[in-house]
């Protein structure tokens, strides 16, 4: 079964904040080390129904986060080999971090909610 991450992100998107400014980075690495720099310092890690901060011991389900922008970043090589970037915040929580996934072939199972929430994204300017 098809990831629905791929299905939406089919074919090459730009790198969108939700503030609708652009910003453009050629490497993971240099996504994640400028979010890490404008304050999204704690790490996230996705479970199927929420994200976790094990920082602040905090579970997030999908409508206790906010994701203000993402990068998509695609394999060279191999089109399986690919990873979004997300900058979320939690106002409830007092989380603001960075949460790195593979999507495509390798992606993790979500429920529904899950996928619904990461889908979410800002309307684009062309």
């Known amino acids: 079964m098809a990831c629905p991450l791929r299905k939406w ?11 609708g400014m652009k910003a453009t980075y050629d490497t993971l690495s240099q996504a994640v080390n ?3 720099r404008r304050g999204y310092t ?15 011991n905090a579970s997030l389900p999908p409508d ?8 998509r ?13 997300y900058a979320i915040s939690s106002e409830k ?8 996934n593979a999507f495509g072939a390798g992606a993790t199972r979500l ?5 619904s929430k990461l889908a979410t994204h800002p309307p684009q300017d062309h």
């Open 9 to 19: 992100f089919h074919g090459r998107i730009v790198h969108v904040t939700l503030a």
């Open 34 to 36: 400028d979010l890490q």
């Open 42 to 56: 704690d790490d996230l890690a996705l479970h199927e129904e929420c994200l976790v901060c094990s920082g602040k």
């Open 64 to 71: 206790e986060f906010q994701i203000d922008e993402f990068h």
């Open 73 to 85: 970043f695609e394999g060279a090589s191999d089109p399986g080999d690919s990873s979004i970037v």
């Open 93 to 100: 929580h007092h989380v603001k971090g960075v949460l790195v």
């Open 111 to 115: 429920t529904q909610l899950m996928v």
